[in-house]
């Protein structure tokens, strides 16, 4: 769930970079009194993000705006779909347009691309999961988006969980060394947070399983091969995430290897939009 006051410190700052002192365009052409209505366009087929985000920045440009959904989050859409209405002021409608259409068209690009990853390995236990390969400032949306589409989250950010990388275990000498001090550091600071080891070979593999505390344990750029092998070795120890440079022609083969996770950069860094249109009624 997106956190109501982040939400709103967001838009805050979002509308002030684009109206900032005015959006004189709409005030050199249009009165302040005239009333009207427009409607979002759906113009290609996708997944449907961010209806719920859209009604709230309206809300906030003008709280007497309408919203009127006709669709909603996670719905499948084609071309020519009508996915909500707004009714009031004009300028205030025309104000909150570019803002909407980003967040929507980005948080359904999201969904899309998701929700085809997520299809396609339906038919195994694995699970499709999002990255920390962000947009700074709207990670919040998308990874909302990559829930929509039917994904889960993986950590949110640094503070939310322990995930010991290949950069770690250098620094700190080793995987057991790393698992030992994250162990004590949780300890001393009195917290909870669950442990991930990224680990980059077989017997890289074999020393992280010697650990204790470990819940999990990344496999990163393993073939699909040394991926099978990688689940006979841990048994059912702990759970297993693959991860790196895995694609919609790939994942199927590794979800069938019988991992519990398989992270997706893709679904966030370089997903294509889809296209959206907000129209005055005429």
Do not use: W
Not at 63 to 69: E, M, Q
Not at 135 to 159: D, S
Not at 177 to 192: C, F, I, P
């Amino acid at each position: 769930m997106i956190d109501e006051l982040l939400l709103s410190d967001f838009l805050d700052r979002a509308l002030f970079e684009d109206v900032r002192d005015g959006d004189h365009t709409s005030l050199a052409c249009i009165s302040n009194y005239q009333l009207g209505s427009a409607y979002l366009l759906v113009k290609e087929p996708g997944i449907l993000a961010g209806m719920q985000i859209a009604e709230k920045v309206f809300q906030k440009v003008d709280p007497s705006l309408k919203f009127i959904p006709h669709l909603f989050d996670g719905e499948l859409v084609k071309s020519g779909d009508i996915a909500f209405e707004v009714q009031g002021p004009t300028l205030s409608i025309l104000t909150a347009e570019r803002l909407v259409l980003n967040l929507m068209q980005r948080m359904s690009g999201i969904a899309t691309v998701t929700a085809m990853y997520a299809k396609a390995i339906a038919h195994t236990k694995a699970k499709v999961l999002d990255t920390r390969k962000t947009t700074p400032g709207i990670r919040m949306f998308e990874k909302q988006a990559v829930l929509i589409g039917g994904g889960q989250n993986h950590r949110f950010g640094l503070y939310d969980m322990i995930l010991i990388k290949d950069n770690h275990v250098d620094a700190a000498g080793g995987i057991n060394q790393a698992v030992n001090r994250s162990k004590a550091y949780l300890t001393e600071k009195g917290l909870s947070l669950n442990i991930e080891v990224e680990v980059r070979s077989l017997r890289e593999l074999g020393e992280a399983l010697k650990c204790e505390g470990i819940d999990r344990i990344m496999l990163d750029n393993f073939s699909v091969e040394q991926t099978v092998q990688a689940v006979e070795m841990v048994n059912g120890r702990c759970e297993l995430e693959s991860s790196g440079g895995i694609t919609l022609e790939t994942i199927v083969a590794y979800a069938e290897t019988g991992v519990d996770y398989i992270s997706v950069g893709a679904l966030t860094h370089s997903v294509k939009s889809l296209d959206l249109s907000l129209k005055l009624s005429k």
